[in-house]
């Protein structure tokens, strides 16, 4: 089946712990993203990557890394988590850029 | 930059036909209108594209007018798992104007 994963799902991690949300799949895909949603704020877009070795930072990227050292793989990188990173994240992937894209279930994360 | 707006809100009575709003007359030429939606909390879906043309697919159509200044997401028989958020957003394939920007979308309510 065509898809998107994300993991973990859920996290609850503290302030300054690092964690990585990882992102996989399995269409083959050049474009991939995360975006991050907040009630009031919508989806905005942290990073993005057209292609192996090719990353970009999209509207929000303060406080996150990424890395594309293989297509199908897009973790997002949190170095030192802070509470204003509490948030719903998504992965995304599409063929190219803006043609059909499938989102991951999300991972929701808080931060004490 | 907005460059979409749609209503807040709106409802449907199931098995009737739920038709979306959307005003873009500030998209430029080379611009696709793109309908996602999000059945809370989950990643959003992709619906339907498109550019000048109408278009149609397993889930909905997508009516746009000939000035391109606005369309209509078209769900032809609703039903109550249809009710989520549905953003209308427009982006080119190409340059700066790629990013999908979601904003706040218009909340449907299908009732039974």
Redesign the interface.
């Known amino acids: 089946e065509a898809q ?1 994963t994300q993991n973990p799902r859920y996290l609850i991690t503290v302030t300054g712990k690092k964690l990585t949300v990882t992102c996989s799949q399995n269409m083959n895909h050049e474009y991939m993203s995360w ?1 991050r949603q907040d009630p009031g704020l ?4 942290i990073y993005y990557s057209m292609n192996v070795e090719v990353t970009d930072k ?1 509207d929000v990227p303060e406080g996150y890394k990424v890395s594309r050292k293989e297509k199908r793989n897009f973790p997002l990188i949190l170095e030192s988590p802070s509470p204003n990173q509490t948030s ?1 994240y ?1 992965c ?1 992937s599409s063929l ?3 043609r ?7 991972t929701r994360l808080t931060v004490t | 930059d907005a460059k979409t707006t749609q209503p807040t809100s709106m409802d449907c009575a199931e098995g009737r036909a739920a038709n979306l709003p959307c005003n873009h007359s500030t998209i430029s030429g080379n611009e696709y209108v793109y309908w996602y939606r999000q059945i809370h909390s989950q990643g959003p879906q992709y619906i339907i594209h498109g550019l000048k043309n109408n278009e149609t697919n397993e889930m909905a159509s997508l009516i746009i007018t000939e000035d391109r200044k606005s369309s209509t997401l078209i769900l032809p028989h609703a039903t109550l798992r249809d009710t989520a958020v549905y953003y209308c957003i427009g982006a080119g394939n190409t340059g700066a104007n790629s990013k999908l920007t979601f904003g706040k979308g218009i909340t449907l309510s299908v009732r039974p």
């Open positions: 998107v975006y919508g989806l905005r877009q999209g719903l998504f995304a190219k850029i803006n059909e894209i499938f989102f991951g279930p999300g």
